[in-house]
């Protein structure tokens, strides 16, 4: 390829990660056929360093080596050197994250891997500084002494890869199903229990990333048991995230994780995949709880995704960087004088004491937002009425973040990532459907049809990634699991808020994506591959069951499954979820609340289903009185069918929304059970009796109370 004066081969890349690295001195190559070959070629061992746009330590480590003439020297002497985006390439992150856990005892990014040229781990670490300093061996001092043992000690490395490689797959290699007990859920309760935090919420000390999985899980198990401590420990850690800095609280959206256990210094840099879950866990614990401040949380989480992380075709970007002008941080912190520069006497003081910026600040001399009192506490010691400081607090947060606009902003991450992008669909659908606005539906539709549009491939599968114009790499099973579930959601939402004909395209589209699923990352035992039958071969195949920083393919998978089987009374697609879980049981018995994803799912297959079909146009104030009413009921398992009359498909192909028809002209809402149905409602005031009287039913007649 022709390269640019002072560019390496990354140059050509569309990645953001990639594109920060193409002028590096280092002659890096992407992952591909040509890297592979040209270091079998040139019989040198691979040095594959995977990071993403908006990691910190992968800013600092290109400061330190990267850029540096000399390292890059002895980078390009003695390897052949292989820079990857870890979000465009999860199958590698995994196998390569896996093999340095193995020999470092821990992980995390920028990754550097050493390797055969038949890819083979020998040697891999985190984040080297440029020279040994504190008992941390240095890149350059690393780089020299890897270079002299492959010449004179080669036949050592190679039988080292070969021993890490033979103990990776058998790492990979799937015990027999296991079936799941009940009592998994409350033993995963339980380990929750006995690692809260107590005293800031959480679950285990710094730093503390955010738990979404495991509170919903805990929101799950209280609604089948009563048990007031389930919903304890899960406000407890809801709030905590809110209240400390680890929620923007100007813009909306929370950071990446929390370094220290309050909850109030964060790792700055945001994720939408975080963003989504959390917007999603929030909006059950407002259902649950009917707290009116887990709403706002929810809905400022969203509005900022809108606000700054969708594209105008529709996509959502995937993340901005913690650093701004080459510091962390920088963009989000505040001094007293510079908030009395912005705002008047009265909205100054009371910004800085709710917010709590001080003088000596709260992070290395700067002031992290964070709201450690109620606003009603601090209004009261300024002499001031809850109503009024609410109004002036107001004001002064929007002025607030307009002039946080003004300054070097952190570098945005904008490529579009299918599976991100289907769980923010989802959390969208999700705020559109329990807070009646519609902005989160128009927003999940417009993300929607991008994705069906723009990342669907010519055969009909999928795209990973879209950037600059162009869509690439085949798409893992994340990407279809977590789409098919998030249009499954958009189209629950659709009866409530969405204004198209048929929203039914939505569900066929989820069912279309399903099938090739099943088709393309099914095992034989159950389970779904990581990757597609016909991918790339690589050192291994993965096909996890835990959750991580997002939730398990595996469990999104069956759950995708479990929804459509209700839609579409297909009892197979049941079975083949049940089976999907079953595949990772043994794994659940030994670390249950590492797969509490798939146990919120185990739970949907097992629990009697309550079907909610609505009839009705959208936007017909009529209907909108009786989803607004089942909007307040919390049913996690519930499938939600729209009927819109005289539509093109009215019943969109759908079982459960067949011979659903307006009463007298108005509009109902049928409730089912297995799809039978209830004689339907027409009074808002029957709803949530309705719906409280079934949801104990189905719980009851599928799980018990708890242990």
């Known amino acids: 390829m022709a390269l640019t004066p002072g560019a390496n081969r990354l140059a050509g890349e569309t990645s953001p990660y990639l594109l920060q690295h193409a002028h590096n001195p280092v002659d890096w190559y992407p992952w591909g056929r040509e890297a592979l070959e040209h270091a079998k070629a040139e019989d040198k061992p691979i040095l594959l360093s995977i990071g993403y746009a908006a990691c910190h330590w992968c800013h600092v480590m290109e400061r330190e080596s990267f850029e540096d003439r000399d390292i890059a020297r002895l980078m390009n002497a003695h390897f052949v050197c292989i820079k990857v985006d870890r979000e465009e390439r999860p199958d590698l992150d995994d196998i390569y994250m896996a093999a340095t856990t193995a020999l470092s005892g821990s992980g995390g990014w920028p990754m550097t891997v050493f390797m055969t040229p038949e890819q083979e781990p020998f040697f891999a670490g985190t984040y080297f500084p440029r020279e040994s300093r504190g008992g941390s061996v240095g890149f350059r001092l690393l780089l020299t002494r890897i270079g002299e043992l492959w010449q004179s000690q080669r036949a050592d490395l190679q039988a080292q890869a070969s021993q890490l490689t033979g103990h990776l797959r058998a790492q990979a290699e799937q015990r027999a199903p296991t079936a799941i007990s009940d009592d998994l859920v409350w033993q995963a309760v339980a380990d929750l229990k006995g690692a809260f935090d107590p005293v800031h919420g959480g679950f285990g000390g710094a730093p503390k990333f955010p738990p979404s999985a495991a509170l919903s899980l805990l929101l799950r198990a209280y609604r089948r048991s009563g048990d007031v401590a389930l919903l304890e420990m899960a406000q407890k850690t809801l709030d905590g995230m809110k209240n400390g800095g680890m929620q923007d609280h100007l813009a909306g959206g929370f950071a990446r994780y929390s370094t220290d256990e309050r909850w109030l210094v964060p790792h700055f840099e945001k994720m939408l995949y975080d963003n989504a879950q959390l917007a ?14 887990y709403a706002r949380v929810a809905g400022a989480t969203l509005d900022y995704v809108i606000r700054e992380m969708q594209a105008p075709d529709g996509g959502y970007y995937s993340s901005t960087d913690a650093d701004s002008e080459g510091v962390e941080g920088k963009f989000f912190v505040f001094a007293p004088e510079q908030v009395h520069s912005l705002l008047e006497p009265r909205q100054a003081q009371l910004f800085c004491a709710y917010y709590d910026v001080t003088p000596m600040g709260n992070w290395e001399g700067h002031s992290i937002l964070n709201t450690p009192r109620p606003l009603p506490e ?29 300054r070097v902003p952190p570098l945005l991450d904008d490529k579009v990532l299918t599976s991100w992008n289907g769980l923010m669909i989802g959390a969208m659908a999700e705020g559109a459907r329990v807070l009646g606005a519609q902005r989160y539906a128009y927003s999940a539709e417009r993300a929607a049809r991008f994705a069906l549009g723009t990342l669907e491939r010519p055969d009909g599968g999928l795209y990973r990634a879209f950037r600059a114009g162009q869509a690439k790499l085949d798409a893992y099973l994340e990407d279809y699991a977590f789409l098919a579930d998030g249009l499954i959601s958009l189209y629950e939402a659709a009866g409530r808020v969405l204004s198209v004909s048929d929203p039914s395209e939505f569900l066929l589209c989820a069912q279309t994506l399903a099938e090739r699923m099943v088709r393309d990352f099914a095992a034989e035992d159950g389970a779904f591959y990581s990757t597609a039958h016909q991918h790339e071969p690589l050192l291994l195949r993965t096909r996890d069951g835990h959750d991580g920083a997002l939730p398990s393919a595996n469990a999104v998978a069956a759950r995708v499954l479990a929804r459509l ?56 104030p009529a209907l909108e009185a009786l989803l607004g009413e089942v909007a307040k009921v919390y049913l996690p398992n519930a499938a939600r069918a729209v009927v819109v009359p005289q539509s093109a498909l009215p019943a969109g192909g759908s079982p459960l929304a067949r ?26 005031a029957d709803v949530v009796p309705a719906l409280t009287r079934a949801s104990a039913e189905a719980a009851s007649a599928s799980f018990g109370a708890g242990p």
């Open 280 to 293: 999603s866990v929030y909006l059950e614990a407002f259902q649950v709880t009917g707290s009116a401040e």
């Open 565 to 620: 089987s209700r839609h579409f009374d297909r009892g197979g697609w049941l079975d083949l979820a049940v089976r999907a879980l079953e595949a990772h049981g043994s794994g659940m018995q030994r670390v249950p609340r590492a797969f509490a994803t798939s146990l919120n799912v185990l739970e949907l297959c097992r629990e009697a289903a309550i079907e909610i079909v609505a009839v009705g146009r959208p936007g017909d």
């Open 659 to 684: 011979d659903k028809v307006l009463v007298e002209g108005a509009p109902a809402l049928y409730v089912c059970r297995n799809f039978s149905c209830l004689s339907p409602i027409t009074q808002p």
């Open 378 to 406: 601090v209004a009261a010691g300024l002499g001031l009425a809850a109503a009024e400081a609410a109004s002036l607090l107001e004001v002064a947060r929007q002025r607030m973040y307009q002039a946080r606009l003004a």
